[in-house]
């Protein structure tokens, strides 16, 4: 089930994420624009991480963007959604601070590779001040060709696919724009996918996909944004949650791409699309060779 802060959201994500298309990602000034996911670890509880996703652009010394962040099973935290962040750079000298609601996360550290030390003081998402060390990694941009399968949890088979997958432009918001098409490669006991089209959003390594039929339809939704520190949904920074009958019907979505941008990885869930076809759900696995 959507999470009601993503739900609220979206609609500026989609707005400022960008439009879709075959040019990819639109021409960076800086080494520092992309996508990235940061990582905090507080020296009061290292194991457990902080992770934001999301975009910066580079301009001269100058860095802004917007980061998603979800933290609302942490007791330590009671704030979540869009927040920004802003900084600069000057050799090897990075300082950023994300706005966390009016709570200033502040991080110094190095350029490349990124990270260092942050701290912030007790504020209005967290009870008491906070110190520790930062780590970033960049996510390559997801485009190209790919082919994968479909594989069922329930004992009804893989499906074979192919397709082509573009990534909008980078504009500094917490997201961008994922379009293209789907199409199965052979039989399946059920025909859930013949030919789709998809669009949705990417931010970190979290990745948002709607599959729509040929008649506009929706067929369902894979994964879903800024759900990195949701452990019921990514128990680890790079796993998603397995479909399966002893998870229950309908799993939370969850597709996680590599930060190299050659793997997109998680769950699914197919619908029931007619009586003498019932519902599935497995594991889904995107390659772009």
Request: hydrophobic fraction near 35%; charged fraction near 5%; charge should be negative.
């Amino acid at each position: 089930m959507r999470l009601p802060w993503v739900s609220l959201v979206l609609g500026i994500l989609i707005a400022t994420a960008g439009c879709g298309g075959g040019s990819g990602t639109a021409a960076q000034s800086g080494s520092l624009s992309g996508n990235w996911q940061i990582s905090l670890a507080r020296q009061a509880n290292p194991t457990t991480l902080l992770i934001y996703t999301g975009f910066l652009l580079q301009s001269g010394d100058s860095i802004a963007g917007n980061l998603l962040f979800y933290f609302g099973t942490d007791p330590l935290s009671n704030c979540s959604g869009l927040v920004p962040i802003t900084g600069t750079v000057a050799g090897s000298n990075l300082s950023m601070t994300i706005d966390e609601f009016g709570e200033q996360v502040s991080l110094q550290g190095m350029p490349s590779p990124m990270g260092g030390e942050f701290s912030n003081v007790a504020g209005g998402c967290t009870d008491f001040a906070n110190s520790g060390t930062w780590s970033a990694i960049q996510v390559a941009p997801l485009a190209g060709s790919f082919h994968g399968t479909f594989t069922s949890t329930e004992g009804n088979g893989t499906i074979n696919v192919t397709g082509t997958l573009a990534q909008g432009p980078n504009t500094g918001a917490s997201s961008a724009s994922l379009s293209g098409t789907l199409a199965a490669t052979g039989s399946s006991f059920c025909s859930y996918l013949s030919s789709a089209t998809f669009s949705g959003l990417i931010s970190g390594t979290t990745v948002e996909l709607g599959l729509y039929g040929p008649n506009g339809s929706e067929i369902t939704q894979l994964g879903q944004v800024g759900e990195i520190n949701n452990t019921d949904i990514v128990p680890s920074p790079g796993v998603c949650t397995v479909a399966s009958p002893q998870n229950g019907v309908n799993a939370d979505p969850c597709l996680l791409v590599t930060p190299d941008g050659t793997s997109l990885t998680g769950n699914y869930y197919f619908p029931s699309p007619s009586a003498g076809c019932l519902a599935d759900q497995g594991t889904v696995n995107l390659s772009f060779p």
